[in-house]
Structures are given as C-alpha cells and as structure tokens.
C-alpha cells in the first residue's frame, strides 16, 4: 500500500483524523508546503487578515462548539502576532491547537528570516508547546497536542513545524495511542468529599451557587439546573459562566463581581454555604479576597487541583470533572433529600426572600432617555432580539459589562467574551470563529468603538466568506472603562481616553461591500437593530450612545462588596 | 526559610526550562539547581532549592505537577529526607600551612584532588551547612575559589508515582470525549 505522503500532507490527515473541519491562518514562506496541501484538502482554510485573529476565530470557534479551534501562522512574525489569543485561550481555559511553521532545522539559531524562538516565546502562555524536530515524531505530536488541549482543564497547545519536516516524505500510518505519563487528569472526584458536600448543602441555612466556566466546559449545565431546583437554591453566573444556567431560570440570580448586580454579591457575601463550581475566585469576582464570603463554608470544585486554595482556601475541596461530580452529587442529594429537607426549610425560605429583596430592591438599570441612546437601551434591545438565543460576542470594557448584565443567555455557549485577558479586538474575530462553528446560528457582535478598531481588517474577512455577523458598535467616543476609572479614581483627569475619529459606517461597510448605518436617536434603534437583523448578509451599526455613561454596580479594584457603589455620585452642592 | 522540591521529570527539551520558568514568572530566585538523568535515562531528576513564601510553597508544587513534562514534584522541606551538597575549593596557601590545610581537610572529610607548591583544590561533601564551614575555614588559610555543585536530595519516604495510562486517540475512542470536555 503506497502511502507514501508530504508532512504537510501528514499533518492535514492527522487534524482530519481529529475531526477538524476548518482552521483559520495566514500563510508565510516556510507555510508554503502546507498551504500546497490544502490546495487539494478537503478540510477547509479561512483566510484571516491578521493572526492574532486567526488564535481569536479558532477561540470563537472552540467556546461556541466545544470542538478543538485550530489556527496556523507562519514562523518569526506570523508566530508571534499568535500570542495575545494563545495567551487569552490560556486564562479562559479554551481548547485551541496552533500550528506554526519554523524556519528549516538546519538554519534554526542562524537568525535566518523569519526566525523566531516560538517554542521559547510561547512556553508561558501555552498548556503546552511542542517543536517537531523530524517527520517521526509528527503524527505522535498532533494528536498528543489535540489530547492536552481537550481534556483536563482545557487550553492552548502549540505545535512548532520546520519547514522541512513539512517537505519530508514518509509513511502515514495513523497513530492510535498517546501516552504521557507525566499528564496528570483528574477526572473523578473523591466519593467521600461528593457526599460529604450533599450533606453540607442540606445543612446550609443560606446555600449559595457560585458557577463558572468549567460548567459550560465540562458540559455540565443539566447537571447544574438538576442541583439548584432539587435544594432549591439561588444561583450565580461568572462572566465566563454566563448561560450555565439559562439566564431566564427562576433560580439565576445574575453574574457577581466588579460590576455583578446587587443582589449576586450581596448573596455571595451572605451566604453560608457557597458551592463553588469550575470557578477560580478570580480578583474580579471577589474583590478584596480578605473580606470575601466571610461567612461562607466554600465547597469548591474544580478539575485543576491548582485552583483548589488558590486564592481562598475552601472548606471542602473536590478535584473533578465538574460533571461527573455533579452527577454523583445529584445521586447524594436525591438520597439525602427525605430526611433533610424539612429541617432548614423556613431558614432557606426567608432566605429566597431576602435574595429576591436585594433583587427588587437594586435591579440592573435599564435607563432610556428621548434624546439619546442609553448603552443599556441598546443591550435591552439586543436582548429583545435574541430571546436568550442568539450567540454574541464581545471585545472588552463598559459595552463587555453592559452585555453581560443585561442580554439572557438561555444556553451555554452563546456568551463569547476575553474574560481573564480582557483582550481588545477579540470579538468581530471571535464573531468570525462562531460563525463559521454555528452557521445556523444568529451572531452579534457588540464591539466599543475602540476595539472595533483594532479588528477592522477582519471586515474583509467577514465580506469574502458572506458571514451574516451583525456587527454593534456601541459608540461612546470613548474608551469608556478607561475613561470611567480616570473620572473615578484619576480626580477626572481624562488622558487618552477620548476617540474623537470614528469612521463613517455606512461607508466603511459599503467599502466592504456590504451594508452599514450610524443611528443616535432613541427611536431609529428598534427599527435599526431589526434590519440589521433581517438582512442576510453582513451588516455593521453604528450606534451613538451616551458619551457620559457608566458601568453600575461598582466594587472599585481591591474593595469589599460592603464598598459597592450603586450608581453615579449625586451632584454636590448647586452653588 | 529555603523550600527544597524534588522532581522527576521527561528527560526532554524544554523541560527544564518549564519547571524554572514557573519560578520566574513568579519572580522567585533559585539558590540551587541539580538534574541528571536517572537509572531510566528517558527521565531526570531535579533538585531545587528556592525561596518561596511558605503560603505560596503548595501552589508552586501543584503548578509543577501540572506541567505535562513533570512526572512528580514533591517538597522535601518539611518530610523525612537527606540533602547534600558538593564543593570544589582551591585554596591558595603558604608552605607552612599546608600541613595544618590538610589536617583541617580531614576532620571535613575533604579530598585532595589536585596539589601544586602554591595550593590545593579540594573536594568536599556533605550537609549544605556543614560545607558552609569548610568553606569558612578554608578561606581563612588563604585565597580560595569556590564551585558548588548545588543540593541534591532524596526523599526518605517512597511516595506514590501516579501516571497517566495510554489512552486511545481521537477516532479511535468510541464513547464519549475524554472527561465531557469535548461535549460538542
């Protein structure tokens, strides 16, 4: 049997082999062997403009399927311009596979053009990194890198390809085992710890969920809304975690943190028993971490024993698969349910109240105004729109905040955002990845005009493939978090915070070929984001918000929830 | 107080440079650094001495552990173990010392590797602080050059070495993705 094939070709039967079906790139000298391969592959390239946002688009295609997002730059300057996603898909645990070409074997450590250190530069911000050193080691490499990048704690993998190994010739015979024996996974949970904690919950007064993004990775959202109706418990969602729980579920509460609502970190600082799911009490969610869920007794599950302790030390600690300790712990809880349930019942009842007080007593703003757009009018309406359903991504600041207060996500997976790197430019790229993932699906994404910015070659992008994104500026002519913490923190002294050049949009899209509009008053925004809507193609609204607006709640940087700011400062004196 | 971690890890590229690397990052200094292969020679063994924040020790043990190269790490601070260091001095002397060099040699054990008309070079080994005071007195007899191997240790109690088995790839693993994350 001859087959007898090109590394290149190799490598493209192995991603095959791994179930990829697109991957997005930009080629470069020592990538010529590859992309003459895909020349005649089925397996499909999307041509990006840049490759920062070909590591963006393969994490948009990751976080909206769960699949491994693959994307491909060239050696030197391609690598490099890879890792602000690789580090991004590091902090949020997402599962890409980057392949980059390297200069020949021969010439690396001759600083021959386009040489660059990749497996050195990306050993940090990488789960792990590989360099292929000779067309042997190829097929073992790319599976094991699709194994680390998918299982466990999810994240970036590497794979650093000298052009050479691309152009060797050699036998393929499908590699049908990995072995690493240093990998250490830890699935299970311990069953004593998980009944343990069935026991914890039923004893708690004020039970409290906490659940972040390992939910929607591990694919445990049954599993969640299973726990939260059986005991009946309220329940918050991470910026990461959004859609876990359907965010139209009676028991959502919303998400905590730095510009959580009220009653999310009202109830994370007053509860008793807080069950901490594929969460990593980052600074944003618990603010000053001394004075976070005082207290609390922390039930903390987690895949990664490196988050366990991290940054609060739980009183029951349970390393696992968040779901399948979920489905254990479903099992205790039922067990446990007869002889437990009367006994705090009137504690949890009066709790639910003062949950629901806290609700009603500081609800998310949702102000409008006759005479401009309100930031919150905007995001209400983008919720109306996509009822829980559509997939929307975001770049980073007050419009990321906004979003995530206001839109429902009614199923995981639909919340795309850079949430630990808080990486500008991440959402029409991210946008791109998700949609060529769901092509069934509806996409926004709602972008600052500042981040739009730094992602406007991707227009291109979205314009040759035809994807329907409904693209949202949210124009403030700010950078607005930067200039809401200058107004805050920096006596009001504004220092480039103000974008005061923002392209036409209609021009700019009708550049592209495709339709776009700039709207500021109140009454054209329904019938605006409708037609964005209804339109097949692409389109791209500018929409002229407030310029003054800010992010409200608040718990300002290294505070308490005790310290949380309500809302804009009244006026001092009118003399 | 110095943290002393012990690794075994894939004898492979890079594999050293993750392991420090976490230590970097977080901006610790290395006092010492050993690794050598072991009786398999696809692994190392590494010994590290570190100042970390004791609050900080069992975070850095667990990323150490997390990284896919590192078969085990395990800190040897506060569990049954030996350490010891090596040390090469020269030390430079005058006719009429030399007797009394070697006597003070002897009572440390020391070994005389090479002898020239204006010195020695030694070789001592032993418990770091003991070579501390070889050090001392040695440099009290003239000037001295000093290269320390650095600490390598040996855990006195046999834990458990957890590996991962061989698992099936991708098209070959008919159930569910491995442990839900693929759940597309």
């Known amino acids: 049997m001859s087959n007898l094939m090109s590394g290149a070709k190799m490598l493209l039967e192995c991603l095959a082999k791994e179930g990829v079906d697109c991957f997005f790139g930009y080629p470069g000298g020592v990538t010529l062997p590859l992309y003459d391969a895909i020349y005649d592959h089925p397996i499909r390239h999307i041509l990006v403009r840049h490759e920062e946002n070909a590591c963006f688009a393969a994490e948009g295609y990751a976080r909206a399927t769960g699949k491994v997002g693959v994307c491909c730059a060239t050696s030197g300057p391609g690598a490099t311009n890879l890792v602000t996603g690789l580090v991004d898909a590091m902090m949020d645990s997402i599962p890409i596979v980057a392949i980059t070409g390297q200069v020949p074997t021969k010439l690396i450590g001759s600083d021959a053009f386009q040489e660059a250190d990749t497996f050195g530069i990306t050993r940090s911000c990488t789960k792990h990194n590989f360099m292929v050193q000779k067309l042997d080691e190829l097929q073992q490499i790319v599976h094991e890198a699709f194994y680390i990048a998918s299982s466990g704690r999810p994240g970036p993998v590497l794979v650093d390809i000298p052009k050479d190994v691309f152009l060797a010739q050699g036998h393929y015979a499908p590699v049908n085992t990995i072995h690493l024996p240093g990998y250490k996974v830890f699935t299970e949970g311990h069953a004593g710890q998980i009944r343990r904690a069935a026991q914890m919950i039923w004893d708690a007064e004020r039970p409290w969920v906490y659940a972040g993004g390992g939910i929607i990775a591990a694919g445990a959202s049954e599993e969640l809304r299973q726990l939260v109706e059986i005991v009946d418990m309220p329940a918050v969602c991470t910026l990461m975690g959004l859609g876990a729980l359907s965010s139209d579920h009676p028991n959502f509460v919303s998400m905590p943190g730095m510009h959580g609502s009220y009653a999310a970190n009202m109830g994370m600082s007053n509860c008793d028993v807080m069950i901490a799911l594929g969460v990593r009490f980052d600074d944003r969610v618990t603010g000053r971490i001394a004075a976070f869920a005082p207290n609390a007794k922390v039930i903390h599950v987690d895949i990664d024993p490196a988050e366990i302790g991290k940054n609060r030390a739980p009183d029951l600690p349970i390393v696992g698969d968040v779901k399948r300790v979920l489905q254990k712990m479903l099992r205790n809880v039922e067990e446990l349910k007869p002889a437990n349930v009367e006994k705090n019942a009137a504690s949890r009842r009066a709790w639910w109240k003062q949950v629901r007080g806290w609700k009603e007593e500081h609800p998310l703003a949702r102000p409008t105004s006759d005479t401009e757009i309100k930031p919150q009018h905007l995001m209400a309406e983008i919720d109306r729109l996509s009822g829980g359903q559509a997939i929307v991504t975001s770049d980073v600041g007050q419009h990321q905040m906004w979003g995530a207060q206001l839109i429902r996500f009614n199923e995981p997976r639909l919340w795309i955002n850079s949430g630990g790197l808080g990486a500008m430019g991440f959402g029409l790229p991210s946008a791109i990845g998700a949609q060529f993932a769901r092509p069934d699906k509806l996409v926004f994404t709602i972008v600052g005009d500042g981040g739009f910015q730094m992602s406007i070659p991707e227009l291109a992008t979205v314009a040759s493939y035809g994807l329907p994104i409904k693209i949202i500026v949210m124009n403030n002519g700010y950078l607005g978090m930067i200039r809401q913490w200058q107004e805050l923190f920096y006596n009001n002294r504004l220092c480039s915070a103000q974008l005061d050049c923002f392209p036409d949009a209609e021009k700019l899209a009708g550049a592209y070929g495709f339709k776009g509009r700039t709207i500021d008053k109140p009454h054209e925004l329904a019938s605006a984001l409708e037609e964005a809507v209804r339109e097949p193609g692409p389109y791209l609204l500018n929409v002229r918000v407030s310029p003054n607006e800010n992010v409200y709640p608040m718990i300002p940087a290294g505070c308490a929830v005790n310290e949380m700011v309500l809302g804009p400062p009244e006026p001092v004196g009118a003399a | ?184």
């Open chain 2, 1 to 184: 107080m110095l943290q002393v971690i012990s690794l075994l890890l894939e004898n492979k590229p890079g594999a050293l440079l993750r392991v420090t690397g976490l230590l970097s990052a977080r901006g610790y200094n290395i006092e010492s650094l050993t690794v050598a292969r072991t009786l398999d020679p696809e692994l190392s063994r590494m010994t590290i001495v570190v100042d970390v924040d004791p609050a900080l020790r069992s975070q850095v043990i667990k990323q150490m552990n997390k990284l896919i190269n590192v078969l085990q790490a395990v800190d040897l601070t506060e569990t049954p173990s030996v350490c010891r260091d090596m040390v090469l001095v020269r030390v430079r002397t005058v006719q009429e010392s030399r007797t009394a060099v070697l006597k003070e040699a002897e009572i440390f054990g020391a070994r005389v590797i090479s002898s020239a008309v204006d010195g020695f070079v030694l070789e001592a080994s032993g418990a770091p602080e003991k070579l501390e005071e070889f050090i001392q007195v040695m440099r009290s007899y003239g000037e001295s050059d000093v290269t320390r191997a650095g600490t390598v240790a040996m855990s006195l109690e046999t834990k458990k070495l957890r590996l991962q088995p061989p698992v099936p790839t991708r098209a070959d693993a008919k159930l569910e993705q491995t442990n839900g994350v693929l759940n597309a």
